[in-house]
């Protein structure tokens, strides 16, 4: 099932690649021929919302006590991991595309920062999850902190309407709802970020697995520590 | 039409390498600590 699901998505990537590079075109106003990166700094922006979306989410269900479980807490793990890396390469392919189109690799607007803190923001998460605790305490710690940075993802969001910004107003989700895109490009930008979500989809219950067997080793080694000193006090004893 | 195709490639290339990377760091990973696991039983 699950190399069923990665054929697709590879398809998936496949097809969103062809159609980005030979069959849409170019638009002069938006770096000529650079117009391509929109097809993958689009989808790196969704899914760096979906992917901190599922981190608040899945964090918020591990504070509750009715909720709470480990899963909840490595899913947000596995998810943050994966949004900061879409969000790191949001940034990347952004730069690249406004060196052509405005003449500059970066400019300190309000959308280009908010996106800088928040990357920081969840870079800063992950290094928490790696703070010596037990697994409780880790994620009690950890899911306030996801709570507080995603409080900046409206901000990334609706900057571009709260302030004069040098970045264009979204594609898709603008104030308007008018679509920017049309045709061929549409279709293109619609299977771009349908492919990068299967591919987030893969990745994140990869690291989720990966989180799980890391958990288990962990608690197999505590387990056997604690059985060698119990072994050690009874020879102590006799 | 100005011609950015140096920016494109790159853009593709950083995303592409970046993405495969990962997938694979993490996909070895979960092959060494599955490999691990009957050694860590039988200890």
Redesign the interface.
Known sequence: MKRLFLGATVLALAATLFLALYVTPPRENQGGEAVRLLYLHVPCAWLAYLAFGVTAVASALWLLPRTRHASWDLLAGASAEVGVLFTALMLVVGSLWGRPTWGTWWEWDARLTSTAILFFLYLGYLALRRTGATADERGTRCAIAALIAAADMPVVHFSVSWWQTLHQEGTVFNDKLDVKVNGSMAVTLLLAVAAFTMLYGYLVLQRFQLAQLEEGREERALQRAIEERVRADEVAVV | ?????G??A???A??GS??GM??LW??Q??RR??R??PD??R?
Do not use: E, F, H
């Open positions: 039409m100005t011609d950015n195709w920016y494109v790159a853009g593709y950083i995303v970046a993405l990962y997938a993490v996909r990973r979960i600590l599955q691990s696991l860590d039983d200890a």
